[in-house]
């Protein structure tokens, strides 16, 4: 069967400072991959989603970048943190158009 | 570009009440899923609609899916306070090619239930 993990699963880090979350799919080859912002615990906003290595395609032009390494490994990333990323960043998958399975999530403080 | 709006964004029933949230598209989709979050978890996928006019039971749960395929609604009959959490919907439009699609999430209806 399939599973997703992301860690952290919480971080507190001070403004300015750099950010990485990481997120690794098994049991699947090839899916789609996804980078979702939680604001306030309400709306989805997402970030960036990914068909392929290498592959990222942008929503949301911010101070956030994310990278493909590998064909199961999604990178989210910050070089200089703001007060307004503080939120709960979850990561997803999906095989093509299919269904999206969410990981458990990282609750980042930005302090 | 697509939108799905969602109401209401909150809702509080007594336990063994009813309730109901309501899924608007802006444009015509491919499908239509349910997810639903507990507090402090993640978004778990609940049920996807694909046929025009398509009606879906999991025991409580109904959804639907209107026949333009621009709208959706899931309901719940007689709560329980395992039912907290917020729904939310998400609309699938494709654009074109293989893999071009996008999947636009509502923000969530947050259901508290009374026990």
């Known amino acids: 069967s399939q599973t997703i993990h992301q860690w952290p699963a919480t971080l507190v880090q001070p403004v300015g400072s750099p950010l990485s979350l990481e997120c690794t799919v098994e049991?699947?080859?090839?899916?789609?991959l996804y980078w979702y912002r939680q604001a306030a615990g309400r709306g989805l906003q997402l970030l960036f989603y990914?068909?392929?290595?290498?592959?990222i395609s942008s929503e949301v032009p911010q101070n956030l970048s994310a990278s493909r390494p590998q064909d199961r490994q999604f990178i989210l990333s910050s070089k200089k943190l703001l007060l307004s990323d503080s939120g709960f960043y979850l990561c997803?998958?999906?095989?093509?158009?299919?269904?999206?399975?969410f990981g458990p999530g990282t609750r980042l403080t930005v302090l | 570009g697509q939108q799905v709006m969602q109401i209401p964004q909150y809702q509080h029933v007594q336990e063994g009440e009813d309730f109901t949230t309501y899924c608007n598209s802006s444009t015509t989709l491919s499908n239509i899923q349910w997810y639903k979050q507990r507090p402090g978890g993640h978004p778990v996928f609940l049920i996807q609609?694909?046929?025009?006019?398509e009606v879906k039971k999991q025991k409580r749960l109904t959804f639907q899916f209107g026949e333009a395929k621009k709208n959706s609604s899931l309901h719940i009959t007689a709560t329980q306070t395992t039912d907290v959490g917020t729904y939310f919907c998400?609309?699938?439009?494709?654009?074109?090619?293989?893999?071009?699609?996008?999947?636009?999430f509502g923000k969530g209806t947050l259901l508290t239930v009374n026990p």
């Open positions: 998400a609309g699938y439009q494709e654009l074109g090619g293989g893999s071009n699609y996008k999947l636009t």
């Open positions: 997803a998958w999906s095989a093509g158009s299919d269904t999206q399975y």
């Open positions: 990914s068909v392929g290595i290498g592959q």
């Open positions: 609609l694909v046929k025009s006019g």
């Open positions: 049991g699947t080859s090839n899916p789609n």
